[in-house]
């Protein structure tokens, strides 16, 4: 059944050439699949799209991408992370757990990438997946340093096919030769091997793939979709993405912690790295169009579920932020669009949008119920009742722009409440502070509520046990 999509503009038509273009590469090693969808109706096909850093809204921006998903998903603006950082999230997705359950807090050093990953023995999503009878694939990114800290050879556990980067260099990620894949631009060989594996599996075995290229992470690499994006695209971007709202290079900082304070980013670079992600967003929203009409084309579409997510959020000058590892609003929220199977109970009407907050663990649940497998996590599957916050958590930074205590927190629909290690505290009142521009932390106003918000906090994490970190 074919997913019917509203018209997009000539530039889509662009991007499609230039990935179309692209060879494709060798993936999986099961029998060509015939050409008519022949899946098995019960058990629908998973495709995973994971960004790394995109900014939420500029999901917005992207042609293809928000026109398909416009017509047949749902929109859930409303998703964050609990930890805002790669490994940690990337964790966090493929257990359903949060990172004081995996113990993969950072990306370096201690309690850090796949050195900290590789010691969890408790279920993940693709097992599960696999055991419920699915083939499962990576495609990109798995966890930071997988190969240095042991990967290399290896197929973890969980994964039929997997293609990750041979080695993870700093400065050449969107060039890095992924183990088994011709050399490229790792957007398009990437997703030429999505493609090839949707032409080639088996047509009576449910798929999941996971697809996580390097896209729009620094070093902001557009590749052959170097100016794609018009001036007038690029502005798009950044309206999407909130760029320059009310809290952008915030002027009054008396009432944030003090490691925020000394802060002064140059208002030309975040300019310059909103338009530079944007560009290369457009690499993403071609290879999304690439994988949904294979899919269509090779398999059943009606009958799978798309999602597009990323795996952290992204600061553009907020509070005189940038990048990842803040809990705050506009850095914590990510892009989430979800294109259910056909006929799916309580998934919403495609082409809607839902208020519920979301947590990325929630994902994890509910591709777990949808291919019928066993739950992993502590996630609330989106098909069920919708959760009323959202724990935060992190350690403390160990490099960066900041440096700045653990911290546990919670984000309801109406407060932010951030507890740190160092005993500094934050409280954000949205009905009259949507931007978190007024630390009323030590308001007796808000005394009732801030004591109700320190007793909702998740008890596995502890800020004083992270202290000694």
């Not at 309801?412 to 005993?423: N, P, Q």
Request: one cysteine or more; glycine letters at 8%.
């Amino acid at each position: 059944m074919g997913v019917r999509t509203r018209s997009v503009t000539a530039l889509v038509a662009a991007l499609t050439a230039v990935a179309v273009a692209a060879p494709v590469s060798q993936a999986g090693t099961s029998p060509t699949a015939e050409a008519d969808p022949a899946v098995s109706a019960d058990k629908p096909d998973i495709i995973v799209i994971m960004t790394d850093d995109q900014r939420a809204g500029t999901e917005r921006a992207m042609p293809y991408t928000w026109s398909f998903f416009g017509s047949s998903g749902v929109y859930y603006p409303r998703a964050e992370v609990p930890t805002n950082l790669c490994c940690p999230a990337r964790a966090t997705f493929l257990t359903g757990e949060y990172a004081h359950t995996t113990s993969v807090w950072e990306n370096e050093g201690r309690n850090s990438a796949f050195a900290a990953f590789r010691r969890w023995t408790g279920p993940t999503l693709p097992r599960s997946l696999q055991d419920s009878g699915y083939q499962t694939s990576l495609f990109g990114k798995y966890m930071n340093y997988y190969n240095r800290d042991g990967g290399r050879g290896r197929v973890p556990l969980g994964w039929d096919v997997f293609h990750t980067y041979q080695v993870e260099e700093k400065g050449m990620a969107y060039w890095n030769k992924v183990v088994g894949l011709p050399k490229g631009y790792a957007p398009d060989v990437l997703g030429d091997a999505v493609v090839r594996q949707i032409q080639t599996a088996d047509a009576e075995v449910p798929q999941f793939i996971l697809y996580t290229p390097p896209a729009p992470h620094a070093p902001f690499d557009a590749g052959p979709y170097s100016g794609v994006a018009d001036k007038r695209l690029l502005k798009r971007f950044r309206r999407t993405g909130e760029f320059k709202n009310p809290s952008f290079l915030e002027k009054n900082m008396r009432d944030k912690p003090r490691w925020l304070r000394g802060l002064n980013p140059s208002r030309k670079k975040l300019r310059r790295i909103a338009d530079q992600q944007s560009q290369t967003l457009m690499a993403m929203d071609a290879n999304v169009r690439r994988i949904v009409q294979a899919q269509e084309t090779h398999r059943d579409l009606s009958n799978t579920a798309v999602v597009y997510l990323t795996d952290n959020g992204y600061a553009w000058g907020e509070h005189r932020l940038r990048l990842k590892r803040h809990p705050y609003l506009l850095s914590s929220r990510i892009p989430l669009l979800v294109k259910y199977p056909e006929g799916t109970e309580q998934a919403g009407v495609p082409g809607s949008t839902s208020t519920r907050l979301v947590n990325q663990l929630d994902v994890t649940a509910t591709l777990a119920e949808l291919a019928g497998a066993v739950r992993t996590g502590e996630g609330l599957s989106l098909l069920g009742a919708a959760r009323t916050s959202l724990p935060l958590e992190a350690s403390r930074t160990r490099g960066g722009i900041v440096r700045r205590p653990a911290y546990c927190g919670v984000r309801t629909t109406r407060f932010l409440f951030l507890k740190y290690a160092d005993g500094t505290q934050e409280l954000y009142d949205y009905a009259e502070d949507p931007y978190e521009l007024r630390n009323v932390a030590g308001s007796r106003r808000y005394k009732k509520s801030k004591r109700a918000l320190r007793r909702s906090l998740d008890p596995g994490c502890n800020v004083r046990e992270m202290r000694s970190w």
